[in-house]
């Protein structure tokens, strides 16, 4: 079934909208779910609980890209149950290293309105610049700092060592953080 049609269902308040998306977009969530909680279970109900998000702002939302849209709600709340559970036991994991890879090039996060507008100028200003990197290094950035795969699994997936692919997400994370200072983002 074709995106608008399931939005469609969406729209009308079919409860079948849900299955059709389970069906299409159903294995996307729960990989992006599993690379960052690393369970089985709980990226099951991860999938669960973004069938659920999706229900509640569409509407009066009407997503462009709704795999993409689909991919964001369930890596943030796999996030914010990573983050809760690592509270709970103090934990680290691959999770905990990719964000610190970040941490260097990234301003912190935001919490008041003006904050928030500048955390929105900051996306705008990382999606540019992806768009400037050629397609490989542009894949394994989002591949590892989106969708949270591992540095084995993409170096597994372009059939190349991982101290390529490390060397590769190094120089990125190098030209992003020169961008955005270029940009007058403070970091």
């Not at 269902?9 to 069906?23: H, I, N, P, V, W």
């Not at 905990?96 to 500048?118: D, N, Q």
């Not at 540019?128 to 795969?149: D, G, N, Q, W």
Request: proline share 4%; glycine share 4%.
């Amino acid at each position: 079934m074709e995106d608008m049609q399931i939005l469609d269902m969406y729209f009308s308040r079919e409860e079948a909208a849900l299955d059709e998306t389970k069906q299409k977009y159903g294995k996307r969530m729960f990989v992006v779910s599993n690379n960052i909680l690393h369970s089985t279970e709980d990226a099951d109900e991860n999938v669960n609980d973004t069938l659920l998000k999706s229900w509640n702002v569409i509407p009066p939302s009407r997503p462009v890209m709704f795999g993409a849209f689909l991919a964001k709600i369930a890596r943030n709340l796999s996030l914010n149950k990573w983050e809760a559970k690592k509270a709970a036991k103090r934990g680290g994991g691959e999770v905990s290293i990719m964000l610190g890879e970040l941490e260097e090039c990234l301003p912190s996060p935001k919490s008041t309105p003006e904050e928030a507008h500048e955390a929105l100028i900051v996306t705008d200003t990382i999606n540019i610049f992806l768009s400037t990197l050629e397609k490989p290094a542009r894949v394994v950035f989002v591949l590892r700092y989106f969708h949270s795969e591992s540095i084995g699994a993409i170096s597994t997936r372009f059939k190349t060592s991982e101290s390529k692919i490390k060397s590769l997400l190094f120089r990125t994370r190098k030209k992003l953080r020169t961008h955005l200072e270029k940009e007058g983002i403070t970091i």
